[in-house]
């Protein structure tokens, strides 16, 4: 896999993801991202062991994610030979850098984000 950047529009569908798993809004989840109800149920409960449901989830802001300097980047993304970009996101909470990182992917260099796990 190789380092890459990711565009703005798949930068902004990121954000939106993100907002969509911090309001708990799985009819979003659903509807513009093609997320099952179990998925969605499964998103949930992984964000419910790091964080309160008060908390406030979002992505670094893009100026913020392309420092280095800590143990790993705060939004990392790699192109697979499929054409696939597979990005790695540390969600912040409340305006902090968490501890859940945000697995997903691009697929064919657009913006459709299918989503993968949360993990730490």
Do not use: K, W
């Not at 659903?30 to 992984?46: R, T």
């Not at 008060?54 to 192109?79: H, K």
């Amino acid at each position: 896999m190789l380092d890459t950047v990711i565009t703005e529009d798949q930068y902004s569908a990121l954000a939106r993801f993100v907002a969509a798993i911090s309001a708990r809004d799985g009819r979003t989840l659903s509807a513009q991202f093609l997320v099952s109800d179990d998925i969605v149920d499964e998103i949930f409960e992984a964000v419910s062991d790091y964080y309160d449901e008060s908390v406030v989830l979002t992505v670094p802001s893009p100026e913020v994610a392309a420092i280095p300097g800590g143990p790993r980047m705060l939004v990392e993304a790699y192109q697979t030979n499929y054409g696939t970009v597979i990005v790695e996101c540390v969600m912040f909470a409340d305006g902090v850098r968490g501890e859940a990182i945000l697995h997903v992917e691009f697929v064919d260099d657009s913006d459709r984000l299918h989503y993968r796990y949360i993990g730490s």
